[in-house]
């Protein structure tokens, strides 16, 4: 039996004894029933102890289990200082195993039992582990310091990136209407039309990027400070994805999501940008609102499907962003309409003109209709986007992207663009 199962048998039978005894207190006089029951008694002992005995789950409680979580060449996750982002919440759990990349995925057994002993901790109602690889300092090629998972560092009101002169937001207030195909579009036409782009996928639960710009590289810090960003169609890319293991998912929120994106902000080596575009989730949350109240933005471009229903989303985009006074670019309508293969026409399958007499509405420019096309979901699966060449498809890409040049030129009116 390895050290691992035996320190595992131990901390089951430990707290199965603990259960009995807890239950059998409980019990009382009806013990005659008390064998045939007992799976069920003791989950009703359970809740009823749980609801009257309030468990305080601490951080430090918690690294002390965690002690008991051995290493295959020796020592512990906590004496080896591999437990990041300890943090309880209601008796939800969560941290990040940060691991030698050599060892890579070999710690995945110590992953799952670190989850395991956090779980069986009287007043854990659950927990998640995220592993990480982050090489020691020094080593020749290292993997980028971006310690992931980190509080955000306090700031003395808005912050500027070093380089970027425009920052510029991608964002809708509804879900897949089409934020991520616009930004890695946008970014690609953009730089074709002379512009230093870079690219943040700040979608940090949902990243997309690294698969619509076809990369899947993880980034490199050669400086051990400054992660170094991929460059994929002319584009400077950073997104959450290429630090993460692809299927992980990212259980973070509130400070420890708002950390993430000032990381990935500040400790890239964006270099000198005419623009920088993030890719936003959805909605009107924690993501939104840090960038927003943390940097300059040079404004958001709000992007949004014909339907009502997404209209009514997106009108809530344009009221969060006009609130936290961040100019409004202007309005995209995606899925506009599409182009009938036999005769040519544009068919305006949910109605012609919704975003556009939204936009006037709203006083915001409007800044053109994408029509719906099987190239372009296809250039999102296969990491091309449709701008990369050119196509009718790209075209309208273009005629926004454009525009946003020349808001970004009359801001700006030394910069580089051809
Ligand atoms: N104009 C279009 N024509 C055809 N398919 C499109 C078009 N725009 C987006 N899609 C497809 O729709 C899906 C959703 O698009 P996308 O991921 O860009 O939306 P999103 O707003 O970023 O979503 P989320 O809110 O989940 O981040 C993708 O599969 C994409 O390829
Ligand atoms: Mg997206």
Known sequence: MSAWTQQWTGAQSRYAATAMVRSMAFTGTRRHCFCLRLPCYIRRVFGKLDSVVQVTVTRESLQRELRRVALPDGGDVISRDMVRALSVDDGKVSCVLEVPPELGTRMEPVRRGVESVLKSVPGVRSASVVMTAHAAQGSPKQPPDLRI?????????????????????????????????????????????????????????????????????????????????????????????????????????????????????????WGELDILLVDLPPGTGDVQLTLCQRFELAGAVIVCTPQEVALIDARRAVTMFKRLNIPILGMVENMSYRVCPDCGEADYLFGEGGVRREAEASKVPFLGEIPFAPAIGRSGDNGKPVTAAASEASDAFEHVARQIRDQSRALSPRSRWK
């Open 149 to 269: 998972g980190r509080h955000p560092t306090r700031a003395q009101g808005v912050e500027k990136i070093a380089g970027v002169k425009h920052i510029i937001a991608i964002a809708s207030g509804k879900g897949g209407v089409g934020k991520s195909t616009l930004a890695a579009n946008l970014s690609v036409a953009l730089a074709r039309l002379g512009g230093a782009i870079g690219l943040l996928d700040a979608d940090i639960h949902g990243p997309s990027m690294p698969m619509m710009m076809g990369v899947s590289e993880r980034p490199v810090s050669p400086d051990g400070k400054l992660i170094r960003p991929l460059t994929a169609h002319g584009v400077r890319l950073m997104s959450i994805g290429l630090l993460l293991p692809q299927d992980e998912a990212v259980i973070w929120r509130g400070p420890m999501l708002m950390g993430a994106l000032q990381q990935m902000l500040q400790q890239v080596q």
